[in-house]
């Protein structure tokens, strides 16, 4: 038989209502009696109905995820995030794929906002305008990523400019002056590629080198393949880079692999860079140096801006820049292994 309040009230000895008050986190309850309340909710293993309470609520305690791709890691592993943070705040999460299209990122929100099959939504946008989200000004919302960056909404995202910066800054630390960039991107949806070029593109003027047409990459797509023959491209060339600045790690991970078949030693001869420190860039070989935002970080001020809006609390639409950091590993500074070699008669 389910464990009622009543039952933890009797436990406890106190009354039904402040056994309510403290399940529902009210603050008029002294801290002595919330601790012994919160005793007796322990030793009897009650469970609070949340259909119940979210009845009396208004609200469903649900939160769509609006991305791109899940078969692109960089989302995966952020969705991953978002869902961890967001049971922490007792939320569910239901992720929904848009492969970047203006009708699938508009629909949902239009269908599960409407009808209130959801309390709000986080979007990574590509294609979505500003008109698209008229009827949905006052809806509790978050975008992440540059496209939605310049829409009214709480935004979270990193320094883009300043991230490409750092990055090409590590390179030319290293002694490399003929930098290269695949993921350069133009116009609509293509904001995080455009921004990046322009922070790879001041840091090398900062530093006084060249950056030649040809150096400037813009793949057909983000993905490894798309690296592997941009990176064909470049070894291509009459004057090749020593150093490639790949603007996501899946970019990197075809770099990587079209230089280890064409014999390249990489960082001796080619040193490369990825972005978003994706778990498989340690384990990649050599591991990849990459630009580092911490999705966790990400998803926290996600859910931080978008609960206060379901009591509407928080109307500021304020924009929060994650910190970045450049994670450095062999692809750039090398290993100080020297003997891959199994020791005589050794397995492994």
Known sequence: MAVTLRDVAVHAGVSVRTVSNVVNDFPQVSPHTRATVQRSIDALGYRPNRV????????????????PRLAEHYFAELADAVVTVARENELSIVVDQTDG??????????????????????????????????????????????????FDLAWVGTDNVAAARDATDHLISLGRSRIAVIGDQHGFGGETGALRTRGYRAAMRAAGFRVRRDWVVAPGGYERVDGAQAMRRLLALAHPPEAVFCFNDELAFGALHALHAAGVRVPDDIAVIGWDDLRDAQFCVPSLTSVSVDRFAVARAAIDRLVPQ?????????????????????STAGDDRTDHRLTDGGTR
């Not at 959801?118 to 496209?147: C, F, K, Q, Y």
């Open 101 to 150: 299209r203006r009708d699938s990122e508009t629909s949902p929100l239009r269908q599960a906002l409407d009808d209130g099959l959801w309390d709000g939504a986080i979007v990574s946008p590509l294609s979505m305008t500003r008109s698209d989200l008229g009827r949905h000004a006052n809806a509790p919302l978050v975008a992440l990523g540059e496209h939605g960056a310049t």
């Open 310 to 330: 379901f009591a509407g609390l928080d109307t500021t639409h304020d924009h929060v820049v994650i910190p970045h950091r450049i994670a450095v590993r062999a």
């Open 52 to 67: 119940a309470r979210r009845l009396r609520s208004g609200r469903t305690g649900v939160v769509g995820l609006l991305i």
